[in-house]
């Protein structure tokens, strides 16, 4: 029998169990504003998580260092989302992985700090479901939106056709938005605008005591016109560069003259050499009118260039992409992100459209009647890829580093690969001397101001070679390598294996090498920058001795270009195994090869991409 003071008690009981359990369920958090630092892709990322007691009410990125264009769509879309859904259990948002997982490690602080629960959110699993399938149709679809993809897309347009782009990740840019965006094109009117590194004229010398006979027939009047434009240059005042596209078109050439591991020579083709180095300037005109790109106007030499003969946009984002892309749809293109290219469609023997499907499943077919354009990047992405078809580096490391986007796996190969298309220099792999040690990403620079030592303190190389002979030297002296420079020329970027010191006796002592050597190395060097010349590796463009303060960066090469790709000829029609052209498909950018043979000069690759994307896009729309 239950009394009534117990009746009384067990009710107080119920009502403070309920209102514990009441309060608790609301009070999922502390409410208050919290913030937390993580590490993105490029350096720290602040992100700050309102809450009230039940909810998170709002997420902001705070501060970033990620590259514009290629996070836009995470820092825009995942703090959207985490509030809307109230989870953490949400796809990575594609081209931005890795400041998608920041983002979500960020916010993961923030609801630790409001004494949240981290798991419960994360299990809860957002996932979206596909539509039916969706069937569209233009003049021209292309696949892919970096610099080759747009480039069509523009030139399709200009050439009057109705173009659909398909690209796969968030955002477009591909590769071509994290690269230097370093363009090579012989530029008179800058080039007698910038000083003559000392050593230039006794590079020039060489070409003037070159025979003919070492160059294939159809290059040789090439060089003698080359001869006449030095000659009279160094007839002149020579305080100022000499360029020419003659002089871009012999070095493209010898740079890309390569023997594979089989034995077997590559070499460029006249054609798309001339090509690429007579129409680079004009192409870079050609944006200039149509989309309203601003280039820099001043010239670089990054490593392998060769020459200092590179131009770039003053906003890469803006104007190779934001501005390009605007002029797509301002002339009733359309582009579609999030969207994957499959595998293309064939009708009675001619590509005319490919089968996609977008990020929630969606299937999508698009039919291009006049052509497809493959625009998908190369596969530096994709180290399994490089080691099946590596014809030029022994003993590669299957754990090789890259400074490619982890998206750029080659998957347009495999298409044309699937409708008979040939492949050509696949075997040819540009690595990239100069890649953080620690992650492999592109460290940048160029060859002049710089003097490459090993780990005993040595210098080991031309640091103005070409990619190929700086990692091929780096990898015979114990492959981590260092960097050194004068403090005063460098931009140091953060969060790398980076090493300053006010003299060589600290510096040697944080590389770990004798500090003798490294003294009687730096003054020999510095020797050769004033007089210009390098008995010991034949360097030749000094533009600064190595001085105090220093740096020195850690290297290592890191796989950085795919030379090799599917099979053009000059207008960018793929062609087949037996030489003949597949209708509707056309090819451009680092997907297609042969154009750089066995070795790309470094800053080719960006004229490559806008100089065939435009041919591409041009034929495509006129079904050419
Ligand atoms: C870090 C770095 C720095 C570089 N710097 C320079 C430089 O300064 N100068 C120079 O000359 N070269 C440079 N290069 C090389 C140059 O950037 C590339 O060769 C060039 O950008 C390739 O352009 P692309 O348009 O062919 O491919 P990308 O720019 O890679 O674009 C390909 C696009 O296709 C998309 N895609 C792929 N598969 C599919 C699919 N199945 N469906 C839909 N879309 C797809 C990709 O997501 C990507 O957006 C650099 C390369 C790197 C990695």
């Given at each position: 029998?239950?009394?009534?003071?117990?009746?009384?008690?067990?009710?107080?009981?119920?009502?403070?169990l309920?209102?514990?359990?009441?309060?608790?369920?609301?009070?999922?958090?502390?409410?208050?504003?919290?913030?937390?630092?993580?590490?993105?892709?490029?350096?720290?990322?602040?992100?700050?998580?309102t809450?009230?007691?039940?909810?998170?009410?709002?997420?902001?990125v705070?501060?970033?260092?990620?590259?514009?264009?290629?996070?836009?769509?995470?820092?825009?879309?995942?703090?959207?989302?985490?509030?809307?859904?109230?989870?953490?259990?949400?796809?990575?948002?594609?081209?931005?992985t890795?400041?998608?997982?920041?983002?979500?490690?960020?916010?993961?602080?923030?609801?630790?700090q409001?004494?949240g629960?981290?798991?419960?959110?994360?299990?809860?699993?957002?996932?979206?479901?596909?539509?039916?399938?969706?069937?569209?149709?233009?003049?021209?679809?292309?696949?892919?939106?970096?610099?080759?993809?747009?480039?069509?897309?523009?030139?399709?347009?200009?050439?009057?056709?109705?173009?659909?782009?398909?690209?796969?990740?968030?955002?477009?840019?591909?590769?071509?938005?994290?690269?230097?965006?370093?363009?090579?094109?012989?530029?008179?009117?800058?080039?007698?605008?910038?000083?003559?590194?000392?050593?230039?004229?006794?590079?020039?010398?060489?070409?003037?005591?070159?025979?003919?006979?070492?160059?294939?027939?159809?290059?040789?009047?090439?060089?003698?016109?080359?001869?006449?434009?030095?000659e009279?240059?160094?007839?002149?005042?020579?305080?100022?560069?000499?360029?020419?596209?003659?002089?871009?078109?012999?070095?493209?050439?010898?740079?890309?003259?390569?023997?594979?591991?089989?034995?077997t020579?590559?070499?460029?083709?006249?054609?798309?050499?001339?090509?690429?180095?007579?129409k680079?300037?004009?192409t870079?005109?050609?944006?200039?009118?149509?989309a309203?790109?601003?280039?820099?106007?001043?010239?670089?030499?990054?490593?392998?260039?060769?020459?200092?003969?590179?131009?770039?946009?003053?906003?890469?984002?803006?104007?190779?992409?934001?501005?390009?892309?605007?002029?797509?749809?301002?002339?009733g293109?359309?582009?579609?992100?999030e969207?994957?290219?499959?595998?293309?469609?064939?009708?009675?023997?001619?590509?005319?459209?490919?089968?996609?499907?977008?990020?929630?499943?969606?299937?999508?077919?698009?039919?291009?009647?006049?052509?497809?354009?493959?625009?998908?990047?190369?596969?530096?992405?994709?180290?399994?890829?490089?080691?099946?078809?590596?014809?030029?580096?022994?003993?590669?490391?299957?754990?090789?580093?890259?400074?490619?986007?982890?998206?750029?796996?080659?998957?347009?190969?495999?298409?044309?690969?699937?409708?008979?298309?040939?492949?050509?220099?696949?075997?040819?792999?540009?690595?990239?001397?100069?890649?953080?040690?620690?992650?492999?990403?592109?460290?940048?620079?160029?060859?002049?101001?710089?003097?490459?030592?090993?780990?005993?303190?040595?210098?080991?190389?031309?640091?103005?070679?070409?990619?190929?002979?700086i990692?091929?030297?780096?990898?015979?002296?114990?492959?981590?390598?260092?960097?050194?420079?004068?403090?005063?020329?460098?931009?140091t970027?953060e969060s790398?294996?980076?090493?300053?010191?006010?003299?060589?006796?600290?510096?040697?002592?944080?590389?770990?090498?004798?500090?003798?050597?490294?003294?009687?190395?730096?003054?020999?060097?510095?020797?050769?920058?004033?007089?210009?010349?390098?008995?010991?590796?034949?360097?030749?463009?000094?533009?600064?001795?190595?001085e105090?303060?220093?740096?020195?960066?850690?290297?290592?090469?890191?796989?950085?270009?795919?030379?090799?790709?599917?099979?053009?000829?000059?207008?960018?029609?793929?062609?087949?195994?037996?030489?003949?052209?597949?209708?509707?498909?056309?090819?451009?950018?680092?997907?297609?090869?042969?154009?750089?043979?066995?070795?790309?000069?470094?800053?080719n690759?960006?004229?490559?991409?806008?100089?065939?994307?435009?041919?591409?896009?041009?034929?495509?729309?006129?079904?050419?």
């Amino acid at each position: 029998m239950v009394t009534g003071a117990e009746r009384t008690v067990t009710v107080c009981l119920v009502f403070l169990l309920l209102l514990t359990l009441t309060v608790g369920a609301f009070a999922a958090y502390n409410p208050g504003t919290y913030v937390a630092e993580v590490r993105g892709h490029n350096g720290p990322i602040k992100v700050s998580t309102t809450f009230g007691s039940d909810a998170i009410t709002s997420v902001e990125v705070l501060e970033h260092k990620e590259t514009a264009g290629v996070a836009d769509p995470a820092i825009e879309r995942l703090p959207r989302q985490i509030v809307e859904h109230q989870a953490l259990g949400l796809d990575t948002v594609s081209g931005a992985t890795i400041t998608s997982y920041a983002i979500l490690a960020g916010v993961s602080s923030c609801v630790k700090q409001a004494g949240g629960d981290v798991d419960a959110l994360r299990a809860k699993v957002i996932k979206e479901t596909p539509g039916p399938r969706i069937t569209k149709t233009a003049d021209v679809v292309i696949v892919g939106a970096g610099g080759a993809g747009i480039a069509a897309a523009m030139s399709a347009v200009e050439n009057g056709a109705s173009v659909i782009v398909i690209e796969k990740n968030a955002s477009i840019g591909g590769n071509t938005l994290i690269s230097g965006c370093a363009w090579n094109a012989a530029n008179p009117a800058l080039s007698s605008q910038t000083p003559a590194a000392a050593g230039l004229n006794q590079k020039l010398q060489s070409f003037l005591e070159m025979e003919e006979t070492e160059l294939p027939p159809e290059f040789r009047p090439t060089l003698r016109i080359l001869k006449e434009q030095i000659e009279t240059y160094l007839a002149g005042d020579t305080s100022m560069m000499f360029d020419s596209v003659e002089l871009h078109m012999i070095q493209t050439y010898l740079a890309g003259k390569r023997q594979g591991l089989d034995g077997t020579t590559i070499e460029g083709s006249f054609d798309f050499i001339e090509i690429l180095c007579r129409k680079s300037l004009e192409t870079q005109e050609w944006l200039k009118k149509t989309a309203g790109t601003v280039f820099r106007d001043r010239l670089g030499e990054p490593i392998g260039s060769l020459w200092k003969r590179s131009n770039g946009p003053v906003n890469k984002w803006e104007d190779f992409f934001v501005k390009p892309a605007k002029y797509i749809t301002d002339n009733g293109g359309e582009i579609l992100c999030e969207v994957t290219g499959k595998e293309l469609i064939v009708e009675d023997g001619r590509v005319v459209g490919v089968e996609a499907v977008m990020a929630d499943g969606t299937p999508m077919e698009l039919f291009g009647t006049k052509g497809v354009v493959l625009a998908t990047g190369g596969f530096g992405g994709n180290t399994a890829m490089v080691l099946e078809y590596n014809n030029y580096w022994s003993d590669l490391d299957p754990n090789i580093l890259t400074t490619n986007r982890k998206e750029i796996v080659g998957e347009g190969i495999v298409m044309a690969l699937a409708v008979g298309a040939d492949l050509t220099g696949m075997g040819y792999t540009q690595l990239m001397p100069i890649g953080w040690a620690d992650t492999g990403l592109l460290a940048g620079g160029g060859g002049s101001n710089v003097m490459y030592i090993n780990q005993e303190g040595r210098r080991f190389v031309n640091e103005y070679a070409e990619r190929d002979v700086i990692s091929k030297a780096a990898f015979a002296n114990g492959t981590l390598f260092y960097e050194l420079k004068s403090l005063g020329t460098a931009t140091t970027p953060e969060s790398h294996v980076v090493f300053i010191a006010d003299t060589l006796d600290e510096m040697a002592a944080k590389l770990g090498c004798d500090p003798a050597v490294l003294k009687s190395e730096v003054e020999r060097y510095n020797s050769f920058v004033a007089q210009g010349y390098d008995p010991d590796f034949g360097k030749t463009s000094f533009t600064d001795p190595i001085e105090p303060p220093y740096m020195a960066r850690a290297m290592k090469p890191s796989i950085h270009h795919t030379m090799g790709g599917v099979k053009i000829d000059t207008d960018c029609h793929v062609l087949n195994k037996d030489g003949k052209i597949i209708p509707g498909l056309y090819a451009a950018g680092e997907v297609t090869g042969g154009i750089h043979a066995g070795n790309r000069v470094g800053g080719n690759a960006i004229a490559d991409i806008f100089v065939f994307g435009r041919i591409a896009g041009a034929n495509a729309a006129k079904g050419k």
